[in-house]
């Protein structure tokens, strides 16, 4: 046996013909998937919190640096499930997106705005950190489900403009994001007692009234509007484009919340798309089909 440290170039192939055997042609090209588990980003407030990074890899390419979808997972701002959606993301991945699922300070120990700033400071991380992990620091996304569909509205509208430094972990690194990507966000705190629902969104004990501090946001309205998406877009505030993905039977977070802001940044003069999947409830599989996939990439590919 002969050994020496071979480059995949000089290394022989096995090119014998054996009886019965099928070969398959390959190109080099095909796309894989590491997971990278509990990479921690940040220390905020004393507490550890981590990223599950998915990275796409190809024979052909081993250095190339890939666009960048930083995803914060929903939990109605409880600890979150961290591991649960990276086997959807792994779709995202294996079409050429590192893709990295963003642990926050959840609602029973940090309140509002906590969530930003963290997602803010995972953002940071993941430019800084651009070659270890195969980012293209130039082409990063956020994106969310549910009350992390809130997160990442609200830390991708603020990018570098300052609004939630209290906590920054890098503070010479930008938190500016190409493009916002919103699955069926929680975005308004406002007025969704008046949307059909199976959840209570306003009493102190809601998910929404415990992320502002264990209140009643009827009785808080100024604290409801402080963390509603739209108190935020105006036609002066510069915003990266806006994907939103929303079910139309969704019975957890009214889908007029996702119209609503959608006619808002078509309103104020921002790029922003709507897609109402029908008949979709809440954070179905619907979500997540080839075909919407290769849409969320696409509209990733378009911005970068």
Same mark, same amino acid.
């Given at each position: 046996? $002969?050994? #020496? ?25 095909? %796309? ?16 550890? *919190? ?27 701002? #409880? ?8 086997? %959807?993301?792994?779709? %995202? ?13 959840? +609602? ?7 969530? @930003? ?8 991380? =993941? ?19 549910? +009350? ?8 991708? %509208? ?21 493009? @916002? @990507? ?6 308004? *705190? ?28 009827? $009785? ?18 510069? *915003?990266?484009?806006? =994907?939103?993905?929303?079910?139309? !039977? ?9 119209? !609503? ?8 003069? #921002?790029?922003?798309? =709507?897609? =109402? ?28």
């Amino acid at each position: 046996m $002969e050994i #020496k440290a071979w480059s995949y170039e000089e290394f022989p192939d096995f090119t014998e013909e054996v009886l019965g055997a099928e070969r398959m042609a390959t190109t080099g090209e095909e %796309m894989g998937v590491h997971l990278r588990r509990d990479v921690e980003y940040a220390r905020a407030g004393g507490v550890s *919190l981590v990223l599950q990074i998915l990275e796409p890899f190809q024979r052909n390419a081993p250095d190339r640096r890939y666009p960048c979808m930083v995803f914060v997972q929903g939990s109605a701002w #409880k600890e979150q499930d961290v591991y649960r959606p990276c086997a %959807m993301m792994a779709r %995202m991945a294996s079409l050429g997106f590192v893709t990295a699922v963003v642990q926050y300070r959840h +609602s029973g120990i940090a309140p509002f705005p906590a969530q @930003i700033q963290d997602a803010l400071n995972a953002v940071r991380f =993941l430019r800084c950190q651009g070659e270890r992990y195969h980012v293209n620091p130039e082409q990063m996304f956020l994106a969310g489900c549910s +009350s992390g569909g809130h997160t990442a509205m609200f830390a991708g %509208m603020t990018g570098d403009a300052g609004e939630w430094e209290k906590e920054n972990c890098y503070p010479q690194v930008s938190a500016r994001v190409s493009g @916002i @990507i919103n699955y069926y966000g929680s975005v308004d *705190l406002t007025d969704p007692e008046g949307y059909p629902s199976t959840v209570n969104h306003q009493l102190a004990d809601s998910p929404e009234g415990l992320l502002m501090g264990g209140v009643n946001l009827r $009785e808080h309205p100024g604290l409801a509007r402080k963390a509603t998406v739209t108190s935020w877009i105006t036609p002066e505030r510069k *915003l990266p484009p806006v =994907l939103i993905i929303h079910g139309t !039977k969704d019975r957890t977070v009214s889908v007029r919340q996702s119209v !609503k802001l959608y006619r808002a940044l078509q309103d104020c003069g #921002k790029e922003a798309s =709507l897609i =109402l999947l029908e008949g979709a409830d809440h954070g179905g599989a619907e979500c997540w089909t080839e075909e919407l996939c290769g849409r969320v990439a696409d509209f990733m590919r378009k911005h970068l």
